[in-house]
């Protein structure tokens, strides 16, 4: 179909200029859709700094990429963008990690409510997800991100303490939900915390001298040799939660939140990075 008339230039500078009224607009873009003249008229009238704007805004749109669902969730709570994309691709933030737990509690809570010292089942695995959570975190076996996050400009502080929150916080939540509902008194839903918090930072302590999934390997083997006598008939059952057990667990976390303090050069290096 040919065309039969053309752009004004009182319609062109307006169209340009952003000021022509929704009709106006619609009928020149529709216009210059079929006539090269007038397409030609427009070009030079339009600025090439602004048509490279947009273009660079719609590839960098294209190009980017689509938020996760707890990267989205960390943007809402007011995190920093390049913070929530570190956060999101850590291993132990992903759905398969929290199916894992799922999987891990509503068992050790079928074991609680089943037998009489079943809830030793839950009291020697809950405390034990936030060690294989964060151990995962700092892997290059299991974090898919590991070289950029040894590449990040932050601190191995930073990185150690921002990564090792957010674990500890998501599955802190979840095996907290879960111990709400175990039998018996009610201390016993958070009787599993210090040991758990203890267990964490000795395995980022050691991290400081070995691999972290070794290191977290090592202390879960050791603290199921200290809950194995509670699975005895005539053991205490609450053996591992009792005053002295929870003294010696904070004594744990005193000593190994100091050396991870002390030894952050040395977690540094663990990780690839210089210090």
């Known amino acids: 179909m040919s065309v039969t ?16 009224p929704p009709a106006l607009a619609a009928s020149v873009e529709a216009h210059v859709l079929a006539c090269a003249g007038c397409r030609e008229r427009l070009v030079p009238a339009v600025a090439l700094p602004r048509l490279d704007r947009i273009w660079d805004d719609v590839v960098e749109r294209i190009d980017a990429p689509v938020p996760r669902p707890v990267e989205r969730l960390l943007l809402r709570l007011g995190v920093r963008d390049d913070t929530a994309r570190l956060l999101a691709a850590t291993p132990s933030l992903r759905a398969a990690w929290f199916l894992s737990m799922l999987a891990v509690l509503g068992l050790a809570l079928l074991s609680a409510h089943a037998t009489d010292r079943g809830v030793v089942v839950f009291l020697a ?15 290059p076996l299991t974090d898919p991100v590991h070289e950029l996050a040894t590449a990040a400009p932050y601190s191995s502080l930073r990185l150690l303490v921002v990564r090792s929150a957010a674990v500890l916080t998501a599955t802190v939540l979840l095996a907290g939900a ?3 509902l175990l039998p018996g008194a009610s201390w016993l839903a958070v009787a599993w915390l210090l040991p758990a918090l203890a ?6 302590a050691l991290s400081t001298w070995f691999e972290p999934l ?3 390997l090592g202390l879960a083997t050791l603290w199921l040799a200290v809950t194995a006598p509670a699975f005895a008939p005539n ?3 609450l053996l591992v939660v009792r ?3 929870q003294l010696a667990c904070l004594a744990v976390l005193v000593v190994a939140l100091g ?8 977690f540094s290096l663990s990780m690839g990075r210089s210090v």
Do not use: E, I, Q
């Not at 008339?5 to 022509?20: E, I, N």
């Not at 695995?125 to 892997?139: I, R």
């Open 243 to 245: 005053s002295g057990a």
């Open 5 to 20: 008339w053309h752009l004004d230039d009182d319609a062109l500078d307006s169209y340009v200029a952003g000021s022509a």
């Open 199 to 204: 267990l964490t930072a000795g395995t980022l």
């Open 235 to 237: 053991s205490d059952p």
């Open 259 to 266: 050396t991870v303090a002390v030894r952050r050069d040395a």
């Open 125 to 139: 695995l809950a405390p034990l997800l936030p060690v294989a959570g964060v151990a995962m975190s700092y892997s």
């Open 214 to 216: 070794h290191s977290a």
């Open 178 to 180: 879960a111990a709400m």
